[in-house]
């Protein structure tokens, strides 16, 4: 997963901080972050094996 697996981290931790320091009011915003945030991973893990299983990589190939 290599450097986008830490920009992905990086975004998550960013997105409690915020979370957790906003008031009771902006709670229902935050969890629409949360969950867009969910969907572009599964999306992005969904591309990857994709991915992979289209283009397998010269180690895996028989």
């Known amino acids: 997963m290599g ?3 830490t920009v992905f981290e990086a975004i998550m931790e960013n ?3 915020w ?5 009771h ?3 229902a915003i935050g969890f629409a972050i949360l969950i867009t ?3 572009l991973t599964v999306n992005c893990i969904k591309r990857q094996v994709t991915h992979e299983a ?9």
């Open 15 to 17: 997105a409690i901080q």
């Open 25 to 27: 009011k902006k709670q």
């Open 37 to 39: 945030l969910d969907i």
């Open 3 to 5: 450097g986008s697996h």
């Open 54 to 62: 289209v283009n397998p990589s010269p180690t895996r190939s028989v």
């Open 19 to 23: 979370l957790t320091s906003q008031s």
